[in-house]
């Protein structure tokens, strides 16, 4: 069996985050204990998904990111999460 906080003090940056798999990926990992980077072309949607996940008490961030673009993916880097 797997611990459900099984990714506690860790940092999971989702791609295409802001809906459909990327969604359910990105709030499966904040539900085991992830601080979770949002990266979605389509930043009022990751706002949408980090808003929940920090509504609910979990840490997470939202952030435009076109991953054809190298210095779009690099920025993501750069990240800050308040600390849980």
């Known amino acids: 069996m797997v611990?459900?906080?099984d990714f506690d003090g860790k940092v999971?940056?989702?791609t295409g985050g802001g809906s459909g798999i990327g969604?359910?990926?990105a709030r499966e990992l904040?539900?085991?204990g992830a601080k979770v980077v949002i990266?979605?072309?389509?930043?009022p949607a990751?706002?949408?998904?980090?808003g929940a996940l920090a509504g609910s008490d979990r840490k997470a961030a939202a952030v435009k990111v076109d991953v054809a673009d190298p210095p779009s993916v690099?920025?993501?880097a750069l990240q800050r999460?308040?600390?849980?």
């Open 74 to 76: 690099e920025a993501i």
């Open 30 to 32: 904040a539900a085991r």
């Open 46 to 50: 990751a706002e949408r998904v980090a």
């Open 39 to 43: 990266a979605d072309f389509n930043l």
């Open 12 to 14: 999971a940056i989702v």
């Open 23 to 25: 969604e359910a990926c």
């Open 81 to 84: 999460l308040p600390p849980r």
């Open 3 to 5: 611990d459900s906080r």
